[in-house]
């Protein structure tokens, strides 16, 4: 059989997302379907590529943007790893001008990605062209607002000492995506990945929170999660209602017997745990819906106390 004639495996059709209008590529803003890579950019085939994502929301003619400032400091961040230098100052200045120049009229997320763009066929983040490029898609719910079921996937958590996990890097949603299929092709809607050591450390692209006898617990950084935004605000919001807060190694079993379970991420924001395996959890889950509530009106400008949390753009 020649190459010509291979045949591409049967798959089911997905409409793609209704992406915002203006992307930004190669240091210029552009339209979306002008914004093209090649067949052979670096990153592409190595995942040697760091992302962001960054929830705003749509309120009287203004975005509010949540915790950009936050957003472009862990983004530069992550690119150090990659060698690339780019001032959180400046990406926060150049995601605002997207904004404002796609006018969003609903709730959206965009997605900052810095990636080697330079082709060529060895890994590597020496001498090669990085860049950046931003683009955005409204968002709505990402998970089910009542709740989803979790299974424990048998795909592990990455180690930091493998790969920079406190960066956000794309080579590491490898481990996402294999989990996240084999939950839902399971039955389930989500995974939760134990780490190397047979420890808690966190859903397929969202950090964990359980409850126990009215105490917060959610993994340690020594647990291989990702530093969350989303995670770093929940723990200022519950010291802010006296919510007791304890950040440690957790055990798997504890899931099984927890009073209440939440995951909570950019795209998620806090969403509860129905059940973990076979286990129900308890249908009342008053933390989580407090924490939840706090949340959603943080976001929506409804707290003055948290207004450094908001940027507010027009549109």
């Keep these: 059989m020649s190459i010509t004639t291979l045949q591409r495996p049967a798959e089911a059709k997905f409409a793609a997302p209704n992406f915002l209008p203006t992307a930004y590529f190669r240091n210029q803003f552009v339209p979306f379907d002008q914004a093209r890579i090649s067949i052979a950019t670096h990153a592409l085939h190595y995942g040697t590529a760091v992302l962001g994502g960054i929830r ?32 959180p100052d400046a990406l926060q200045a150049t995601l605002i001008e997207f904004v404002q120049r796609n006018q969003p009229a609903t709730a959206f997320y965009l997605r900052p990605l810095i990636y080697t763009s330079g082709l060529g066929v060895a890994p590597r983040f020496h001498q090669v062209e990085k860049d950046l490029l931003i683009y955005g898609v409204p968002m ?25 996990l406190r960066g956000k890097t794309t080579a590491a949603y490898i481990a996402s995506a294999l989990a996240k299929t084999e939950a839902v092709e399971s039955g389930f ?32 950084f020594d647990q291989d999660i990702l530093e969350g935004i989303t995670r770093d605000s929940i723990l200022t919001i519950a010291e802010n209602l006296d919510i007791p807060v304890i950040e440690r190694p957790v055990d798997k079993s504890e899931l ?25 959890l308890p249908s009342m889950q008053p933390i989580t819906h407090q924490l939840r509530e706090s949340l959603q009106s943080i976001t929506l400008g409804k707290e003055p106390h948290y207004n450094s949390w908001l940027t507010r753009v027009n549109v």
């Design 56 to 87: 705003g929301f749509i309120i009287d003619g203004e975005a509010l943007i949540f915790r950009l400032e936050a957003h472009c400091q862990r983004l530069s961040n992550s690119a150090k790893f990659m060698g690339y230098h780019l001032s």
């Design 140 to 164: 709505g719910d990402y998970l089910a607002r009542n709740g989803v079921r979790c299974r424990i996937s048998s795909w592990a958590r990455q180690e930091d000492r493998s790969q920079p």
């Design 189 to 220: 809607d989500e995974a939760i990945l134990m780490n190397s050591q047979g420890k808690v450390s966190e859903a397929s692209a969202m950090n964990l929170f359980l409850v126990r006898n009215g105490q917060l617990i959610t993994p340690s």
């Design 256 to 280: 099984f017997i927890a009073d209440e379970i939440f995951l909570s991420g950019t795209a998620a924001q806090i969403t509860p745990v129905l059940s973990i395996e076979n286990y129900d």
